[in-house]
T-cell receptor
Framework: DTAVSQTPKYLVTQMGNDKSIKCEQN?????MYWYKQDSKKFLKIMFS???????INETVPNRFSPKSPDKAHLNLHINSLELGDSAVYFC???????????FGDGTRLSIL | RKEVEQDPGPFNVPEGATVAFNCTYS??????FFWYRQDCRKEPKLLMS?????NEDGRFTAQLNRASQYISLLIRDSKLSDSATYLC?????????????WGLGTSLAVNP
């Protein structure tokens, strides 16, 4: 079974549309994350939730809204998509203490 | 000074060579350290944690130098399959707000 799974793997859509990316982890971890990796390959944290509570919210446009219905799920909704949103979005999760993060295989978002 | 710095490379080495990367961090109170590997168009995958006493996993050795605030990764007998980007990760604080700080990565190309 895939530990961290995100859907869809590829998302091609037009500017101005609204889209969602889903993430689920079956590792029993308390903390989940969304990262953005653009064409320059820099991995940038966007959000982090711990037990459904938002704990990290970096400087991200408010068009991006995360939602965590339970600690195994963290979804990302994006309104009014812009060209600059084109990137790979990674979901990750981690356990307590100083445990490392485990990543999903990414959602490749392309805005036309 | 950036929170986490890595030489972006690329490092081009022949098969069988030994190669080492360093990663410096600015926060002397940093708690945990990891090396991740990322292949082209794939998600980052944990390579190894870095322990205070140093640790080894097969051909890979990780070390921490708290006095000089850097971690290192040594790859012995490099293989073609080691070609990837190696990302240094630092957790600067304990607690639930586990914001990992990611380096930009060091690119390694192992050539036949």
């Amino acid at each position: 079974d895939t530990a961290v799974s995100q859907t869809p793997k590829y998302l091609v859509t037009q500017m101005g549309n609204d889209k969602s990316i889903k993430c689920e982890q079956n590792l029993g971890h308390d903390t989940m994350y969304w990262y953005k990796q653009d064409s320059k390959k820099f991995l940038k944290i966007m959000f982090s939730y711990n037990n459904k509570e938002l704990i990290i919210n970096e400087t991200v446009p408010n068009r991006f809204s995360p939602k965590s219905p339970d600690k195994a799920h963290l979804n990302l909704h994006i309104n009014s998509l812009e060209l600059g949103d084109s990137a790979v979005y990674f979901c990750a999760s981690s356990g307590g203490g100083n445990q490392p993060q485990h990543f999903g295989d990414g959602t490749r978002l392309s805005i036309l | 000074r950036k929170e986490v710095e890595q030489d972006p490379g690329p490092f081009n080495v022949p098969e069988g060579a030994t190669v080492a990367f360093n990663c410096t961090y600015s926060n002397s109170a940093s708690q945990s350290f990891f090396w991740y590997r990322q292949d082209c168009r794939k998600e980052p995958k944990l390579l190894m944690s870095v322990y205070s006493s140093g640790n080894e996993d097969g051909r890979f050795t990780a070390q921490l130098n708290r006095a000089s605030q850097y971690i290192s990764l040594l790859i012995r007998d490099s293989k073609l399959s080691d070609s990837a980007t190696y990302l240094c990760v630092v957790i600067p604080n304990a607690g639930n707000n586990r914001k990992l700080i990611w380096g930009l990565g060091t690119s390694l190309a192992v050539n036949p």
